[in-house]
């Protein structure tokens, strides 16, 4: 007995001083881990009704929008493919971005749902020249879709999203859809203002949630649209999930506390302003950013995101050895980040600024990377690495950091 019950601690109870690192999920805020524990309701209830309301309405502004915030239980890759079934209709034609993981994974669920998928081929860790953009929309004035990240979470690459929504518009009237999975709620993404039609997000980034909810913004030429689509769908109805907001609910049985979380971190970004929370973010990836170099590692992204920081380690590590350094970060700092993948793996760490994370974490993360680099034999300068980044977070001393609040 006194065995399994060891076995069962080791598997189910986390180790609670572990710092998430990763691009998502993120370090959840103690304050929403309670509202998660103890929000088990019945999701036909008035109390829950409330919290619906409560949600959609408070979305709109995170978003920068006018316009429609569903709320689906599902994954951020299951809100790309109600995005796209419930906008589209089989055979249409898109023209998807694919410069990463991500990337990939839209134009091949565009294409596994029949749609007629275009792929513009941008090399990882660049951003998509509007100029590419213009001549695929000139060679297929059919597109009825462009399909593109915000930012490409594989490789931490930012996309000019501005421009390339203004271009979109300008040659056709072709829908502009982004992921933006890993960027609403923690950078400046204005919806309406950059007439974006559809942003599709995610609970567990800069919403500070575990996974479960994924969120569909429709501009209200999208939501017109969504009439007229005759692609097959039933849980990811999102016509019929209008419905059912309408009416203060939600169309199928709900994760209430997942809802509640929301409620909660809606709520508290709000408060804090997000202009706060977007320089934030900012400087704790221009603190990684700029101690990268006195550490020996490369910003690998020549777009960099400020929602995630992708460091190439040095040459002379083998793809083995950069395995095991984030297994030592993990095991010796009790610090979890992100590695590469595919052609990656072993090849960069991918630092995550998203989620309950102070100054003094980024200042702890400098200074475990650099120690572990240096008892592997590679050179490192952590006094500089660690001035130059507390230079950077410099105006947030004194700042309570956003989901860390005593």
């Not at 609970?203 to 209200?220: C, Y």
């Not at 809802?259 to 202009?275: A, P, Q, S, V």
């Not at 320089?279 to 929602?307: D, F």
Request: aromatic share 6%; proline share 5%; charged share 20%.
């Amino acid at each position: 007995m006194t065995s399994l019950r060891k076995q069962y601690k080791t598997a189910f109870m986390p180790e609670s001083s572990a710092i998430l690192f990763t691009p998502g999920p993120v370090q959840v805020p103690f304050g929403a881990k309670q509202v998660l524990a103890r929000s088990f309701g019945h999701h036909r209830t008035a109390s829950f009704e409330s919290t619906v309301e409560s949600v959609l309405q408070n979305l709109k502004p995170v978003f920068q929008t006018a316009g429609r915030v569903f709320v689906q239980a599902t994954t951020g890759s299951g809100a790309m493919e109600s995005a796209i079934i419930n906008l589209l209709s089989p055979g249409e034609k898109v023209i998807v971005v694919d410069s990463g993981k991500f990337g990939e994974r839209w134009a091949k669920m565009a294409d596994t749902l029949g749609f007629t998928v275009k792929t513009i081929k941008v090399p990882w860790g660049q951003a998509l020249a509007p100029s590419l953009l213009e001549q695929e929309l000139k060679s297929h004035p059919d597109c009825r879709a462009v399909l593109t990240q915000v930012c490409e979470t594989s490789t931490a690459t930012l996309h000019p999203i501005e421009e390339l929504a203004r271009i979109c518009h300008k040659l056709t009237d072709c829908l502009f859809m982004v992921d933006a999975i890993t960027a609403v709620g923690a950078m400046n993404l204005p919806m309406d203002q950059w007439e974006i039609d559809v942003v599709v997000g995610a609970s567990q980034k800069a919403f500070m949630l575990p996974t479960g909810l994924g969120f569909v913004a429709l501009s209200e030429r999208a939501w017109q649209l969504c009439k007229n689509s005759q692609s097959r769908r039933y849980y990811f109805d999102l016509l019929k999930e209008e419905e059912a907001n309408q009416k203060g609910q939600t169309r199928f049985s709900s994760p209430v506390n997942l809802w509640c979380g929301l409620e909660w971190i809606l709520e508290r970004m709000l408060k804090f302003g997000l202009t706060n929370l977007f320089e934030q973010v900012s400087l704790y990836s221009k603190a990684v950013q700029l101690a990268a170099e006195p550490l020996g590692l490369k910003i690998y992204s020549q777009s960099p995101s400020p929602t995630v920081t992708a460091l190439s380690l040095p040459d002379s590590m083998t793809a083995a050895e950069g395995k095991l350094l984030l297994k030592k970060l993990a095991s010796h700092h009790h610090m979890t980040l992100a590695g590469g993948q595919d052609h990656l793996v072993g090849r960069i760490l991918r630092v995550g600024h998203m989620g309950a994370l102070t100054p003094n974490d980024h200042l702890r993360l400098v200074s475990a990377v650099g120690e572990e680099l240096s008892v592997a034999g590679h050179d490192c300068d952590i006094p500089s690495a660690l001035l130059a980044a507390r230079s950077c977070l410099a105006p947030l001393e004194g700042k309570h950091a956003f989901g860390c609040e005593s």
